[in-house]
């Protein structure tokens, strides 16, 4: 199991990923066919970043009680 330091580091690595996909996203034309490709990664790279800030801000407690 990973501790809550290299959780938050590893999405704050990831949030710098997003920057940069997201500034080499900028001057592209939305027909471009790379923007496809880099979108595609960026809306995978949201999606780890969000799971991760889960199991950060895991839920407590039980859902049916």
Do not use: F
């Amino acid at each position: 199991m990973r501790t809550e330091n290299q959780i938050q580091s590893k999405i704050n690595e990831m949030t710098l990923q997003r920057r940069s996909l997201e500034s080499r996203l900028a001057p592209l034309s939305p027909g471009d066919p790379q923007r496809a490709a880099l979108d595609a990664q960026l809306t995978r790279l949201e999606d780890l970043i969000l799971m991760l800030e889960w199991v950060l801000n895991a839920p407590v407690g039980k859902y049916h009680a």
